[in-house]
């Protein structure tokens, strides 16, 4: 229905800043909520951010408040992560995800990017 591809990922040091991005295809990704969600070695995938097809709602995890910032594109099919502040921590694979209804669990989204790795080194 739609696919997902993330950019933007790579080493940074720790207080450095990354841009991630989720470009869509095959359908007009204004349709969709979208979630961006990470996984480290060894854990879960967790929430991270989602913004509704209304860019004003926005939710974030408590981990990243303050530091991180989802927008979106919809001329450009895509939306972003602006992430400040880095720390070691926040080091994992980060995914963007869709879904037709507003969530933050990463079962509720039916769709999903392939990943693209941040690590923050200290």
């Known amino acids: 229905q739609v696919q997902l591809v993330e950019s933007g990922g790579g080493l940074v040091e720790a207080g450095g800043s990354l841009k991630l991005s989720c470009a869509a295809s095959g359908r007009t990704l204004s349709d969709y909520v979208v979630g961006w969600f990470r996984q480290a070695p060894g854990k879960e995938r967790a929430f991270v951010a989602v913004i509704g097809r209304n860019s004003l709602t926005k939710s974030y995890a408590d981990s990243v408040k303050g530091r991180f910032t989802i927008s979106r594109d919809n001329a450009r099919n895509t939306v972003y992560l602006q992430m400040n502040i880095l720390k070691p921590e926040d080091t994992a694979v980060y995914y963007c995800?869709?879904?037709?209804?507003?969530?933050?669990?990463?079962?509720?989204?039916?769709?999903w990017g392939q990943g693209t790795q941040v690590t923050v080194s200290s």
């Open positions: 995800a869709a879904t037709r209804t507003y969530g933050s669990r990463w079962s509720e989204y039916n769709y």
